[in-house]
């Protein structure tokens, strides 16, 4: 009959078991891709769009402006009705300074129309102006910054793709947005989603950190992030603004924007990105080709995304760590039992 652990033996196996809780956690953390949670701690109220809202029946709200059709009601803000030849926006009054941040968007697209009987869709922008009403889903064309587009009807007959459609695209104010071909031309990135005329809540995520912009959908009523965009190589300057705009013409949407929570993000920079000045960064992106025509494939998990190399070496070397010392640490208990067990004889 084996007695119980000696007091060396117990701290081996603690040391053991903190190892394996150190290696897990790592695993967990690069499984998440560093995700934020949600975590009011990094909410930045002063760019997010929460209910209640304050100034419901009134022209303003503090903190942001709407123009336009828009209407203000206790459970939405409706940038377009369900009407012919709307225009309206949403915009953060406070220029955002922060150079990594999460935007968390909740949505609802709905309306009479059926099959392709409705239109045109909303856009979330990061961009230099604001309050501008234009072309481009109730918002002016020729943008500096981020468009991020929900088209909800193909313009372009030969269209190959299944709407909805979300697309990317980055502006220095050269480009104009190409409604007959559904912006393919300077698109991206995209992919096709569902999310219209659904009984659950729907929602986006944008995230910008260190170059790398990354989108994600959320309308299967899963409570799982999708991945839809994933780039590398953009460069967008800090000071620039939030917003949201919606348009319709023939046909029509109801267009709702129900919250959005920007997070910020903790990340590390390098030396030489604290001596950039971020204000004065032109929005572009890196390229090793020219925005083409993109396969839709909206898979992965905003959670646990596309492994990189790096990634994929982490895993491997923390698996092998973990079966390391799962090994030494199984080898000294047997030793240390086998070495009492003889001094029973």
Request: aromatic residues 8%; charged residues 25%; glycine residues 10%.
């Amino acid at each position: 009959r084996r007695g119980p652990l000696a007091p060396g033996e117990k701290m081996a196996a603690a040391r053991g078991s903190l190892l394996l809780l150190l290696l897990h956690n790592s695993l967990v953390q690069l499984a998440s891709g560093d995700i934020t949670d949600g975590n009011s701690e990094h909410l930045k109220r002063e760019h997010s769009l929460i209910k209640p809202y304050q100034g419901v029946g009134s022209s303003s709200m503090p903190l942001w402006d709407f123009g336009g059709s828009t209407m203000l009601t206790s459970q939405y803000v409706r940038l377009t009705p369900d009407d012919r030849s709307k225009r309206g926006s949403i915009w953060n009054r406070m220029p955002c300074h922060l150079k990594d941040w999460e935007l968390h968007v909740q949505f609802k697209v709905h309306g009479l129309g059926k099959k392709n009987l409705h239109g045109d869709g909303f856009a979330v922008w990061y961009t230099k102006d604001r309050l501008i009403t234009g072309t481009v889903f109730g918002s002016r064309d020729n943008f500096h910054g981020l468009g991020l587009f929900i088209d909800t009807y193909p313009n372009d007959e030969n269209t190959d793709r299944a709407f909805p459609y979300v697309s990317a695209m980055v502006n220095n104010g050269s480009m104009s947005y190409d409604h007959g071909k559904d912006g393919r031309p300077s698109e991206l990135s995209g992919c096709s989603s569902e999310l219209r005329n659904v009984d659950h809540d729907t929602y986006l995520a944008i995230r910008y950190s260190r170059g790398r912009l990354t989108v994600m959908t959320d309308v299967e009523d899963k409570n799982e992030w999708k991945e839809c965009i994933d780039i590398s190589g953009v460069r967008l300057p800090t000071g620039y603004y939030f917003g949201a705009s919606s348009a319709t013409g023939d046909l029509s949407d109801n267009h709702d924007i129900i919250s959005m929570k920007l997070y910020q993000l903790t990340v590390e920079h390098t030396p030489e990105d604290e001596s950039i000045d971020w204000t004065k960064i032109e929005p572009s992106v890196s390229l090793l080709k020219s925005p083409k025509d993109n396969i839709d494939d909206p898979t992965g998990n905003f959670r646990s995304g596309p492994l990189t190399g790096w990634k994929v070496f982490l895993l491997l070397l923390c698996a092998l760590l973990g079966i390391i010392v799962c090994a030494v640490v199984g080898a000294v208990v047997f030793q240390k039992r086998q070495e009492r067990n003889k001094r029973f004889y």
